[in-house]
């Protein structure tokens, strides 16, 4: 017993103390916890007086809008796939943002879009529009005080380090308000703001500004996420990237679209990484501002740009997203393309009863108008290519300025599809721009176009797409070459990390790249017979035997599924020898083309790239234009192709599938040009430069010079010109000769229907030699041509040399049969004032052939061989001397050692002299000395150079300009 009350007392000893000690142990826990906790129990309290009394200034400061709710809601933002903003190409994929994700709705006023700031350029940057909601980062956006933004969220997981710090900068470096603040250390980072409502009607944009510091490879950007009503997005705008260390600057998206089905954006503020990452630097956001503007809706397809000369020309537009009690003043515009109004008008859009919303669909509380509808009638309009703008304002400000191409042309009432011409479009296209390319391929003379098939062959809806567009082209009987150009991202990084070209994939064994193309060879490859391996500029293939060896095993393998097709690749001029196997090369718009082997069949193409057009206007791009293309075909070219179609400045369209600054050169010259045969060019009495291309039924004649000038010819009774825009108009007629008027200048023009016998005549006529020696004496040459009527013909021909030269006989007749040559011999004095270089002649003829024709036709007759030249060069000295260098330079083979007196005959003052004795080969200088050089400025001064016991005689006249110090005008003539 004693035992068992000892153990008992012991038992409740040891509860007592265990007791004791739990009661200890709790308190000292809870002491702890309370100790630990106070801090946070006092931010609380912070934070509920800060919020009564901001609650309170705001409801006392009606200017300003309510704060936002409070939402900090955990969680990875999207899905999104944010580590490709370096690349800015790659869509973001859809259901990328939580549903709970915080909803602001708009702001009523737009007073904060005025309100002064430091960077005041930013608020005033889309002048009348409606601020629908904006990102200060002020104290109101940071309630609960923990310096990050209420109800934004910020990218977790790879690529996105957490230990990249961001928080709000209550003093910002040149700001006088705070700031969204990212520390670079080696990643980048997203933040995104709650979700804000938006009405589609409406045009959108999103304005901020960006300051970074001490960056060499990341930069700092703003993006905007479409989303519909269930949160997944529809589309996403960057703007352009901010690095370096870089002041507040403007960062701009828009005014963008919005989709039918838009109910939210999502602003985003990134720090993004280039080809390396930043380990330090700094990045900074503020003043974002999100902003409505209304819309003008000029018809959903780019089709509607193209318009018919024969139709009616009605642009119809609704204008949506204007705030229903106000009233604007519509100003519209048509400008063709050399910027000269061609119609304006203007009217007054009257306020409007606002239209009831749909608010289960789109929850915006916002009252919105009808869309109001304008027509305005163009007919008038010629053909060309015009800028339409509308420009809307509200009491003197502009709220909506939008600028729209149109063309109007001729159909073609017979479609064109063969020729020489085509397109190279450089990457995937859009539905509704593969609808664009159909529809207008046979309204252009294309014949070949050229499409990239490995991007689209893996993707179900693409390759449909892909499909019809490739069907619609073969019913047309549209060329179609299917490019393997970038291959698939896994299959490229088994390649080296430089990319050097298709060369490389193809190169490896066959087994690694075959599956890869085998959904296009066999989706495609009813449509397509021929190929290419590598884009346009990928000339991996052109050096190295594995090259060579891969491209023989691509072509077999293509050949195996395809079979008959063709294959080819890009080339360029300074390679080596074409090798055996390519079906057709292609190569820079270029006169120097690959190197042929005797027994190679390749075809030759050339890829005319957009950025090969010089120029700053609209005509000078087309004048450049036109003069590559009848380049390429006077050499002979299979096929020109536009490497570029899409290019915004020197594109056949825009990149939206509306009409670009160069469809209606590029359709011009393409319709004239393709199937005719370069002929040659002939003499005008201006010098214009000119081009024959003749088929069976016309022929084509191209004009251009360098300076404004009128030329005088007789094409055929039918010739009308057409510039490149495709506009016509009739020649004029010249009174006193009969001869058409043709009015050239630097920008190309073309004679169309004019007469295939009469310009192949003027082709075909010429002096046989067309150059004599500069001898006094008598001296012999013909006048030769070819009857060029597909009849027999009657000619009279005079032929009118200087009335010095009496040249003999002056006249002559021809009977002459169908295609039959003739030739007129002549003879005539030179005589011994006879100046080098080229003298004006003139042939008058008057055919009777299937009806009766009289013309003229300007040569040229040289007087000079290229054995001994003649340079001069006068400059006015210091000391106001006009010093006249003569350089004789004799180029006789085999050598003739000459001698010749010099005079200089100067106006007025006796002659000056000097000798040249013993030349030889190789170059002779004299130097003259005339005082008070400044009052020859303007006068022509005559060097003449005598052989002595020889004939040559070499007569040079010039006109001296005192102001430059250059080779006199006309500085080398030749004697012959």
């Not at 280039?274 to 974002?288: H, I, K, M, S």
């Not at 970038?486 to 193809?506: C, N, R």
């Not at 080339?571 to 057709?584: H, M, Y």
Request: hydrophobic content about 40%.
């Amino acid at each position: 017993m004693q035992i068992h009350s000892f153990q008992g007392s012991l038992a409740g000893d040891s509860f007592a103390v265990r007791a004791n000690m739990l009661r200890f142990r709790l308190s000292t826990s809870l002491r702890r916890s309370l100790f630990k906790a106070w801090p946070v129990i006092f931010r609380c309290w912070y934070v509920w007086v800060c919020f009564i009394v901001l609650h309170t200034r705001t409801l006392a400061d009606e200017s300003r809008p309510a704060a936002p709710p409070v939402n900090k809601e955990a969680g990875k933002p999207s899905a999104s796939d944010i580590h490709q903003d370096n690349a800015h190409s790659e869509p973001l994929p859809s259901g990328s943002l939580p549903a709970n994700q915080p909803v602001i709705a708009p702001q009523t006023v737009a007073e904060t879009f005025r309100k002064e700031l430091s960077t005041p350029k930013i608020a005033r940057h889309f002048s009348g529009a409606t601020v629908v909601q904006e990102f200060l980062f002020d104290d109101r956006e940071d309630l609960d005080q923990d310096d990050l933004p209420d109800g934004w969220l910020r990218r977790k997981g790879a690529p996105f380090p957490r230990y990249v710090e961001s928080m709000i900068d209550r003093s910002p470096p040149g700001l006088d308000h705070q700031a969204l603040r990212f520390r670079v250390n080696g990643g980048p980072a997203v933040f995104y703001s709650p979700l804000v409502r938006v009405d589609p009607n409406y045009n959108l944009a999103v304005t901020g500004s960006i300051q970074t510091s001490g960056l060499n490879h990341s930069a700092g950007l703003i993006s905007i996420s479409v989303l519909d009503a269930r949160r997944e997005r529809l589309a996403r705008w960057l703007s352009q990237p901010i690095s370096g260390s870089q002041a507040w600057g403007a960062a701009v998206i828009g005014p963008i679209s919005l989709p039918p089905q838009a109910a939210f954006v999502v602003v985003g503020c990134h720090v993004v990484d280039g080809f390396q990452t930043d380990v330090r630097g700094d990045v900074w956001f503020a003043d974002l501002q999100v902003v409505r503007l209304p819309n003008i809706d000029w018809g959903s397809s780019p089709l509607n740009c193209f318009q018919d000369k024969d139709l009616n020309f009605n642009l119809d537009m609704a204008f949506t997203g204007l705030e229903p009690a106000l009233e604007y003043q519509l100003d519209l515009t048509a400008r063709d393309v050399d910027g000269n109004l061609i119609a304006r008008d203007q009217r007054t859009l009257k306020p409007e009863q606002p239209k009831p919303v749909d608010q289960s669909a789109n929850p915006q509380p916002t009252q919105v108008a009808e869309p109001r509808r304008v027509t305005w009638n163009l007919d008038q309009l010629e053909f060309g290519h015009y800028q339409m703008e509308a420009r809307l304002t509200h009491d003197g400000v502009l709220v909506l300025q939008k600028i729209r191409p149109f063309v109007r042309f001729e159909t073609l009432e017979k479609p064109l599809t063969t020729g020489e011409f085509g397109w190279s479009v450089p990457s995937v296209m859009p539905q509704k721009v593969l609808n664009v390319l159909s529809a207008m391929v046979d309204q252009t003379a294309t014949s070949c176009v050229k499409y990239p098939v490995w991007e689209s062959a893996d993707d179900p809806t693409l390759m449909s797409e892909t499909t019809d567009f490739f069907e619609d082209l073969a019913e047309k009987g549209v060329t179609i070459v299917g490019v393997f150009g970038a291959p698939p991202k896994p299959l490229q990084a088994m390649t080296s990390q430089e990319w050097q070209g298709s060369a490389e994939i193809f190169s490896l064994p066959r087994e690694i790249w075959a599956d890869s193309m085998q959904p296009a060879l066999a989706g495609y490859g009813s449509h397509i017979r021929r190929w290419q391996l590598g884009s346009d500029r990928d000339h991996s293939f052109v050096d190295g035997l594995n090259t060579v060896l891969g491209f023989r095993v691509a072509r077999s393998e293509i050949q195996s599924i395809s079979r008959g097709s063709m294959v080819g690749t890009a080339w360029t001029p300074q390679s080596k020898e074409l090798p055996r196997g390519i079906d057709f090369v292609i190569s820079p718009a270029s006169l120097e083309l690959p190197k042929r082997n005797s027994a190679e069949t390749a075809e030759q193409w050339v890829v005319l790239q957009a950025t090969d057009l010089k120029g700053t206007t609209s005509p000078q791009i087309a004048g450049e234009l036109a003069k590559r293309l009848i380049e390429q075909r006077k050499a002979g070219i299979e096929t020109i192709l536009h490497g570029d179609p899409f290019h915004p400045q020197s594109g056949v369209f825009s990149p939206d599938g509306s009409p670009g600054n160069m469809f209606l050169p590029w359709r011009t010259l393409a319709i004239s040009l393709s199937g005719k045969e370069f002929a040659g060019a002939f003499t005008l009495p201006q010098r214009s430069e000119n081009a024959v291309f003749i088929d069976e039924h016309e022929a084509c004649v191209v004009l251009w010079n360098q300076r404004e000038t009128t030329e005088k010819a007789h094409l055929g009774n039918d010739a009308v010109l057409v510039d490149l825009w495709g506009r016509q108009r009739k020649l004029l007629i010249d009174q006193v000769t009969g001869q058409q008027l043709l009015p050239v200048g630097p920008v190309p023009i073309i004679i169309r229907k004019c007469s295939p016998a009469l310009a192949k005549w003027r082709v075909a006529t010429h002096f046989e030699r067309g150059r004599c020696r500069s001898e006094y004496g008598m001296h012999e040459d013909a006048l030769v041509g070819t009857n060029t009527f597909p009849q027999g013909a009657s000619a009279t021909v005079e032929l009118l040399l200087p009335k010095e030269w009496n040249a003999e006989p002056r006249s002559s007749n021809l009977q002459l049969r169908a295609r039959e040559p003739w030739r007129i011999p002549f003879r005539f004095l030179l005589p011994a004032t006879a100046s080098l270089g080229d003298h004006e002649a003139e042939i008058v003829f008057k055919i009777d052939a299937d009806q009766h024709y009289e013309f003229r036709m300007p040569l040229v007759y040289r007087v000079g061989l290229d054995d001994i030249t003649i340079e001069v060069i006068d400059r006015l000295l210091p000391d106001g001397r006009l010093e006249i260098e003569q350089r004789v330079m004799n180029r006789t083979d085999p050598e003739e050692i000459v001698d010749f007196r010099c005079s200089l005959f100067i106006p007025n003052e006796r002659r000056q002299r000097v000798k040249i004795p013993r030349l030889g080969q190789g170059l002779d200088k004299k130097i003259f000395y005339l005082p008070d050089g400044a009052r020859f400025d303007g006068q022509t001064l005559w060097l003449r150079l005598e052989q002595e016991n020889g004939r040559r005689i070499l007569n040079y006249r010039w006109v001296v300009k005192t102001g430059q110090d250059s080779p006199a005008t006309g500085n080398e003539f030749s004697s012959r």
